[in-house]
């Protein structure tokens, strides 16, 4: 895309996440992106800490934090300022292939329908698992997720496709549609909020398109760290705000049926990470004494 391009990336109280996340885009600055980080409101010094590493990155800090949604709102306003006519949102707790912006840019250069792009997301810890394929949503069965989300990476995940929803994690944009489609909606909170987006520019007649060749790792829920039955209830407070904005009262019966079970087993779940992320350390620890 021959247009400028701006990265916006979130920052609330991250500031050791947000300074990786910066250095594994040193390459692609350098191929033309602007860089942006959007301080939210933090109270523990990290906008100073990421000027003082990072003196070659623009920093807005807001004064208070808007939340996620606010935030990319905030930023994307400070980038067209800038004169981008692209936006790439990212996470501070990912890291970037240094051709992650070119692969994106280039399908919103080549395809005027489409409307949203988004990478290929692979967990940081274990880097052949995806965690984002593409997004499956049916407002019908109150039933959002992510495709291929904990499977091992392949062919099949490396197809570039048209897809339901781009997850808020990453994803590229022309200012000019944010702009159209009006943004995020900040009443939203931590969740569901990018689906939301997604709907309403399928609304307008783009394609949500998800472009493999693009590659980001993320360290999930950096956000939340020891916190993490506090993620699994803001993404369902999320998922029923989106049934309910949407009208699907089906979807919202079946979601408030269906979601005891899934709390139980994202919670059960969550256990035996934490039980095998244990035993690995173990493990480790045993080799390194054996050596």
Not at 202 to 231: C, N, Q, T
């Amino acid at each position: 895309m021959t247009s400028p391009a701006c990265i916006v990336v979130i920052n609330w109280n991250g500031a050791d996440d947000t300074i990786g996340c910066l250095r594994s885009l040193e390459p692609v600055r350098s191929s033309g992106c602007m860089v942006l980080v959007v301080d939210n409101g933090s109270d523990d010094g990290s906008a100073g800490r990421i000027r003082m590493a990072c003196p070659e990155t623009e920093v807005l800090a807001l004064p208070l934090n808007l939340g996620y949604g606010g935030g990319c709102n905030a930023g994307c306003r400070r980038a067209e300022e800038l004169g981008a006519k692209a936006v790439i949102f990212l996470n501070n707790d990912t890291l970037v292939d240094p051709l992650f912006a070119v692969s994106l840019l280039l399908v919103l250069s080549r395809d005027p329908t489409a409307g949203m792009v988004v990478p290929k997301i692979l967990y940081a810890d274990r880097p052949c698992r995806i965690w984002y394929a593409g997004g499956e949503v049916d407002l019908s069965r109150g039933m959002v997720r992510h495709t291929g989300i904990r499977r091992k990476d392949g062919p099949r995940y490396s197809q570039s496709s048209h897809t339901g929803y781009a997850t808020g994690c990453c994803f590229a944009m022309r200012t000019r549609d944010f702009r159209a489609v009006g943004g995020f909606d900040e009443g939203f909170g931590m969740y569901a909020e990018d689906v939301d987006l997604s709907l309403r520019v399928r609304e307008l007649g783009f394609s949500i398109d998800y472009e493999p060749s693009s590659v980001v790792w993320h360290r999930v829920s950096a956000s939340y760290r020891g916190r993490p039955l506090k993620k699994i209830w803001l993404r369902s407070m999320g998922i029923m705000r989106l049934l309910r904005k949407h009208g699907s009262w089906t979807g919202m019966m079946l979601f408030m049926l269906l979601e005891p079970f899934r709390l139980v087993r994202g919670a059960a779940s969550l256990a035996a990470v934490r039980v095998m992320g244990v035993l690995h350390a173990e493990a480790r620890s045993n080799e390194e004494g054996a050596a």
